[in-house]
């Protein structure tokens, strides 16, 4: 499993950008509601990556479940 990581970069001008890597599957939305929140709130844009497309694997939901 690839290791998950998050990170932000703020702008002179105050905006923000989130990059998440590592993570499979569109819960790195739902992973970054707190810090989108933190931040301000809204998001002015969003671009799935090509991990946001893939299946999560059995390990990753059995992970989830556990919370």
Known sequence: MAEESVE???AADGTA???VRGVA???CVTDT???IRLLGGAVEHQ???EEAYQ???AEEQDRLWQG
């Open 8 to 10: 932000v970069v703020i």
């Open 17 to 19: 950008e989130v990059h």
């Open 25 to 27: 599957g569109t819960r």
């Open 33 to 35: 509601d707190e810090l």
């Open 47 to 49: 671009t799935l990556t």
């Open 55 to 57: 299946q999560d694997t």
